[in-house]
């Protein structure tokens, strides 16, 4: 599994890629794992301001539905439109292109929160 040095990480399993006061949000390897093959999306929180730890949307997979949670307070810029033609893009590519939303940071001491890459290994027991 991958776990990239310079993203946070949730114990919800979401990554987060910190740019300045914006930020990328996915979720990571071992979450697309262990829901396997993901064939839907779905964020309307686009313009929104979602407080941590609030739902901003669902992934599908195959077998079950599993609920997006917010890892800081922040208001959704945007969706990567690339997932509603290529959802699988969250399988093959998690850090990459499979990016969920761009967000806004409200909050940005709710950085220090997140957990760090061996933080995270340590979690998923890896």
């Known amino acids: 599994m991958n776990f990239p040095s310079e993203?946070?990480?949730?114990?919800?399993?979401?990554?987060?890629?910190?740019?300045?006061?914006?930020?990328?949000?996915?979720?990571?390897d071992f979450a697309q794992r262990e829901l396997g093959d993901i064939v839907y999306i779905d964020i309307n929180t686009v313009g929104d301001?979602?407080?941590?730890?609030?739902?901003?949307?669902?992934v599908e997979a195959v077998k079950t539905v599993s609920d997006l949670f917010m890892p800081l307070t922040a208001t959704v810029l945007e969706t990567n439109a690339e997932l509603n033609d290529n959802p699988e893009l969250v399988n093959s590519d998690p850090y990459g292109k499979g990016w969920m939303v761009k967000v806004s940071i409200s909050d940005a001491a709710q950085v220090d929160g997140l957990l760090d890459a061996d933080a995270y290994k340590a979690l998923v027991g890896a």
């Open 7 to 28: 993203l946070k990480y949730t114990k919800d399993h979401e990554w987060v890629k910190i740019e300045g006061n914006e930020a990328y949000i996915g979720i990571t």
């Open 49 to 58: 301001e979602v407080s941590k730890d609030d739902v901003f949307g669902t």
